[in-house]
């Protein structure tokens, strides 16, 4: 329990790399796929892919990514071995109905809860996924209309979401998959195709000229979030317009070690293997 001096060696050496990421600004790339260079339906993927690319830069601009979401992401993922970011739809303004797609940093990656069996380094397996965020209880009684009496109830069945002037709002993410019949129609005329759900065509005969090719069963995703307080489920559940959540994490070295029982996933940060020169050092001086 004496004090003990702790020299800083280290900073430096996360504050390059950071600022090296600061200056080289990171950014969503888009590339077209041809199969056939030079045809017709090359330059269609060429201009769509130009679109694209278009509309995600005017998104990084709007949210402020490359200085904002992406930085403290990948800062994250140096000091702690990981780091994330949330991608939401905002109203453009508050009398308009027209949403916009915002990149926004999580400042506290411990928010977020990721499923545990998530391979891919991004997130993007993911099946299921917590956030949570602290609301003041006058927020919450304005958003939700909850009485004091049943506050008080949930701060002695849930005491961990429960502060005093404060209660936990978790956002609860998970990936349902059902399997559809998928239709390959086609053009007669001209032979492109197009593939579409059955549930997107409705009960209308196809138009005159076109026809299914073919068809098969298709595991297609469906992405819902839902609130609770840790004592019930709040509110109506949400569907995202998307196949995947919208979470995106960055891992810092990613290693399987097995010291008995079976190798478990480690996660390392930029500075994990300096932790013990680190402290023999400032015990020598």
Request: net charge negative; charged share 25%; aromatic share 10%.
């Amino acid at each position: 329990s004496r004090p003990a001096l702790d020299f800083d060696e280290f900073g430096q050496y996360i504050n390059a790399l950071n600022n090296d990421v600061r200056q080289n600004k990171r950014a969503v790339q888009v590339t077209a796929m041809p199969a056939h260079p030079g045809s017709r339906e090359t330059q269609q993927l060429e201009a769509e892919a130009e679109l694209r690319a278009n509309l995600i830069r005017q998104i990084e601009y709007r949210s402020n990514a490359a200085s904002g979401a992406y930085t403290t992401m990948f800062e994250d993922a140096v000091q702690r071995s990981y780091g994330a970011l949330r991608i939401i739809a905002e109203y453009v303004h508050a009398e308009s109905f027209d949403q916009e797609l915002i990149i926004q940093p999580i400042y506290n990656p411990d928010q977020l809860t990721v499923d545990a069996e998530a391979l891919d380094p991004t997130g993007a397996d993911m099946r299921h996924c917590f956030y949570d965020e602290w609301w003041s209880k006058a927020d919450f009684r304005r958003q939700f209309g909850e009485t004091h009496a049943l506050l008080e109830m949930h701060a002695s069945a849930a005491p961990m979401w429960v502060r005093e002037d404060s209660i936990r709002v978790s956002e609860y993410w998970s990936v349902t998959t059902t399997q559809e019949l998928l239709y390959l129609v086609r053009n007669r005329q001209s032979g492109e195709t197009r593939a579409v759900l059955k549930r997107d065509m409705g009960a209308d005969p196809l138009p005159e000229g076109f026809e299914v090719a073919r068809e098969r069963r298709a595991d297609v995703p469906r992405v819902r979030k839902r609130l609770t307080n840790g004592y019930e489920w709040l509110a109506a559940d949400v569907e995202w317009p998307g196949r995947f959540i919208p979470f995106v994490v960055c891992l810092g070295k990613v290693l399987y070690v097995d010291e008995g029982g079976g190798s478990k996933r480690e996660l390392q940060s930029y500075i994990r293997k300096a932790r013990g020169p680190a402290m023999l050092y400032n015990y020598e001086l």
